[in-house]
């Protein structure tokens, strides 16, 4: 039996965020544990927690306890979603969660995962980072068989392919899935047996694999197993599916696209910076983003800031490789909550101090470079530089370290809008303008990929060049890309 408690409680479904206007770009966490002698419930809590930076909408676990799935998950971040007696309740053997940012489909509880649901099998629960290309084909076609939904996600398709595929084992279910879904998906799913962990044939987002004692685990990021104190015992391989039970683990290869697809934006702000994906320790390749900053752009300033908190890394490599001093000139509100009502501009103008406040006697009369990770609308840099001009600062230049984003994502980042990219609408001058920067620098794409050590074709770069490794939906589907 599925024991489900959505806690349907409308005003949190529709709380609006104040910064989720400014904050267009996030992902989703998952986590997977099988350990039958693991309160596998609070790992996976903690788990959940160290990746609560990929989504702050809402929270869910799912248990198998070798007869039912048991369910929790509702709006929120994963303290306010779960308490200790909602964890008691959480029994089993294996578990998988999610934190989520909503992609395809609004920020509805019914849209949280993971999804749980009955088939022809027993029971199955699944939690995905990333963004189906044609769930808008594969959607119209399970409905016309007759399949029905109860949530707008295109995780939900997943779901029903696997469903279908009930006169298999599970494990070639997900391989007959994967022929059918495109696009970017790393998995976690539950059965009453067995965790499965899956990632796309192009390797778009994380997923690593862990080890615990006797339990294994599956997590969108390393920094997941730390908090733990599981060791990393590899990531997940594109195109693999990796199949956990008390007989210890398999791994199944689907098979690895020719082009792979690694998001690169991983490393220049999703994920956190104690984290290693694909052999890269996040905060090396930031801080080594900075120095190929140094090497093409030489700003005439007396001490180098950042944008907390994905900056930080940047700007300490930039003063590295320039010798510049580095000082913290800005200060972050780390907790800032999502229960905040839709502000007026006076509030929103007083927000902006809540989250980001100048340190006065470092910045007055100097000349400064602020860096930050990345520019999308310019929000946050043009509210940076005029409250760093009202504090006195002499001089701003900005450097930014990444390359100008000039085309949308379709594989798990909320900006499938162009008009919302200000790099795909303005010059270098007229962005520098509108942020009212004294001087602007992007990270060439080519210093990026130095960063890494690395040729291009390794990762995704889409957002920067226009390259999509996986075809994207067409332009009469676009206007439907977010299924509401
Ligand atoms: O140009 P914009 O549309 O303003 O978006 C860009 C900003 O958003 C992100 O910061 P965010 O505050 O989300 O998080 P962080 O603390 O990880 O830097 C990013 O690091 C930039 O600072
Ligand atoms: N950011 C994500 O990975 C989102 C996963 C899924 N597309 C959803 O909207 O729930
Ligand atoms: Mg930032």
Redesign the pocket.
Known sequence: MIKEDYGLSSDKDVEPDLFRA????EECGIFGIFGPDKDVARLTYYGLYALQHRGQESAGIATADGKNILLHKNMGLVPEVFDEARLDSLKGHAAIGHVRYSTTGSSLVTNAQPLVCYYQKGMIALAHNGNLTNVHQLRPKLMERGAVFQSSIDTEVIVNIIARHSNVPIEKAITRCMDEIEGAYSLVVLTGDKLIGVRDPHGVRPLCLGKLGGAYILASESCALDTIGAELVRDVEPGEVIVIDKNGIKSIHYGAAERKGLCVFEFI?FARPDSVIDGYMVNQVRREMGRQLAKEYRADVDLVIS?????NAAARGYAEESGLPFEEGLM?NRYIGRTFIQPTQELRDLAVHLKLNPIKNILKGKRILMI??????????SRMVKMLRDTGVKEIHMCVSSPPILWPCYYGIDTSNRKEL?AAKMSLDEIRQFIGADGLHYLSLEGLLKAFNTVPGKFCTACFDGDYPIPIPKPEEMGKFVLE
């Open positions: 400014d904050k267009p770009r702000y944008v907390p908190d994905s900056g972050k930050d990770d990345s520019i999308v609308r310019g929000t946050t840099c200000i």
